[in-house]
């Protein structure tokens, strides 16, 4: 008699918690915010809103890092709002990286389609993991940590990243340290590079001295 009680009481209060709409099409008009966008009212939801295109195309790999990345995130594809996921296109050409970097707000699923990718991140405790991915291998990298894609063989490589938010945040290291306004003592002092390293990083990541 106990059980049936348990389970009538568990029932009710995972119900309590169910989604009280069957999704929060992204509103552009509106502002975004930490929670993400605010709802499209449903009389104005149609199906192209559930419905992206843009990972069909492949990415501009002309650039210092050889790589190009197409999100399919809810700033583009607005179904997504609001349902804690979303994807995008990785392509990589020969001799293409994406550097370190980390995704604050979501772990990451790479799905290898093309090529050779070394794919690999560091833990909390400076432990590396590292893999070389084939067609069809996958390899999952925790929130918030540094991680980094290398295409791995002469030919480009394709791959998709998944997200597990519709806004995953994106922070690349090399960036974040070479391509601003902090001066150039400041950023050897506190990384223990010498002055004309961090300069020419500088000079070829857009930051200033």
Do not use: W
Request: aromatic fraction near 10%.
């Amino acid at each position: 008699m106990i059980f049936p009680i348990f389970f009538t009481f568990f029932l009710l209060l995972s119900s309590s918690h169910a989604s009280v709409q069957d999704f929060c099409v992204a509103d552009y008009k509106a502002p975004d915010g930490p929670a993400g966008y605010s709802c499209k009212k449903p009389a104005k939801v149609t199906v192209d809103d559930f419905v992206y295109s843009g990972l069909g195309i492949a990415g501009n790999t002309t650039n210092i890092i050889k790589a190009a990345v197409t999100p399919a995130f809810a700033a583009q594809f607005p179904g997504v709002n609001g349902l804690g996921i979303s994807l995008a296109r990785l392509d990589l050409a020969p001799g293409g990286v994406i550097p370190f970097h980390t995704h604050p707000g979501a772990s990451e699923v790479l799905l290898v389609i093309q090529g050779t990718i070394i794919a690999g991140f560091v833990a909390s405790d400076n432990t590396p993991y590292l893999k070389t991915l084939k067609k069809g291998d996958i390899m999952v990298f925790p929130q918030g940590l540094l991680h980094f894609q290398v295409n791995g063989g002469g030919t480009p490589a394709l791959a998709f990243p998944s997200f597990s938010s519709p806004s995953p945040g994106l922070q690349i290291l090399d960036f974040a340290l070479f391509k601003n306004d902090l001066a150039t003592e400041l950023i050897a002092q506190t990384t223990f590079l010498d002055a004309a390293q961090i300069k020419k990083l500088k000079g070829a990541l857009g930051g200033t001295n």
